[in-house]
């Protein structure tokens, strides 16, 4: 009788260990997995970036910024407002040297929920993460391939 209270004791500090070593193997796997996820949306911003600035400067005629931060959440759907900004400034598609696009205020949303809490709240990329790209003027509107490269 002695030996079967023993076994069940044992049991129950068995499963109390396992239960607090899975809840810190888990914090570690989700922890791994949210930076992963972070690290995909700072590549994708990037590429968001270049591929606004690409499309701005076949597609756009300085003032339709809409459709390029358009082209841009179809790569990236997290990206709320976008600044483009044609050098010099006040030029059109005539005579515009270069255009900029930059993702501003891009957000990160955890999914990890820190031990005891909920899911946390959206949160800034950090400053020094510069979503921006520039890039020369092309021959905005006047390339016989832009029909299939600017449509929307």
């Not at 209270?5 to 500090?13: C, D, E, L, V, W």
């Not at 759907?77 to 270069?98: D, E, L, M, R, V």
């Not at 809490?117 to 020369?136: E, H, K, Q, W």
Request: with cysteine.
């Amino acid at each position: 009788m002695k030996a079967l209270h023993h076994f069940r004791a044992a049991r129950g500090a068995t499963m109390i260990e396992f239960a607090l070593a899975l809840i810190v193997f888990l914090m570690f796997l989700f922890g791994i997995l949210d930076f992963s996820r972070m690290l995909f949306t700072w590549a994708a911003a990037n590429e968001a970036a270049r591929a606004g600035a690409r499309y701005a400067a076949v597609c756009d005629d300085t003032t339709h910024q809409a459709q390029v931060l358009s082209h841009m959440q179809a790569l990236l759907p997290q990206i709320s407002a976008i600044n483009t900004s044609w050098a010099p400034s006040g030029c059109n598609s005539a005579t515009c040297q270069s255009v900029t696009v930059t993702i501003t205020g891009l957000q990160f949303q955890w999914i990890s929920p820190i031990a005891g809490s909920g899911p946390l709240a959206a949160i800034s990329m950090p400053n020094f993460a510069t979503f921006a790209t520039t890039l020369p003027r092309e021959v905005m509107r006047q390339d016989p391939n832009s029909s299939t490269a600017c449509a929307s």
